[in-house]
């Protein structure tokens, strides 16, 4: 139990490492102006989305259903916290999908969007770890 635990831990850290990249890969293309920077940011763009936030994402995703599973599921339906932390893990797996629909715009030249945007952007998943996190610690209501 407590390997599964660590290794939703390990997951879920490199998950948002991803997610706190990508989007400031995206403020740095938003703002080059030359082809071969655009082809630089569009290669680890794509890298870091397929080959660690995804992975990432897939991973924490089974390790966390995997210890709700070990633990009993049919003893959380009680628990408001929890309800909250996967609401929120639902959200965060819709940014998560946003972007990579970002990541195609970018691929295709299609960027819609000034750094100054993408700059916001990146601050998102900030809420989303500190919420996720204070409410697996504290576990209020």
């Known amino acids: ?83 909250l932390k996967l609401g929120l893990i639902l959200l965060l797996v819709v940014y998560h999908i946003y972007c990579g629909k970002l990541l195609l715009d970018f691929k295709h030249d299609r960027n819609q969007h000034e750094h100054t945007w993408y700059r916001w952007f990146n601050e998102i998943p900030v809420f989303f770890l500190v919420t996720i996190v204070i409410l697996a610690v504290l576990r209020p209501f």
């Open 1 to 83: 139990m407590l390997w599964i635990k660590a290794l939703h831990l390990i997951f879920m850290v490199t998950w948002f490492a991803g997610l706190f990249y990508l989007p400031r890969l995206f403020v740095y293309h938003a703002m080059s102006d030359d082809r071969t920077s655009h082809e630089r940011f569009k290669i680890m763009e794509r890298k870091l989305f397929f080959g660690i936030m995804t992975p990432g994402a897939i991973l924490t995703l089974i390790f966390g259903f995997w210890t709700l599973f070990l633990n009993g599921w049919d003893n959380y339906p009680e628990y408001l916290w929890l309800q």
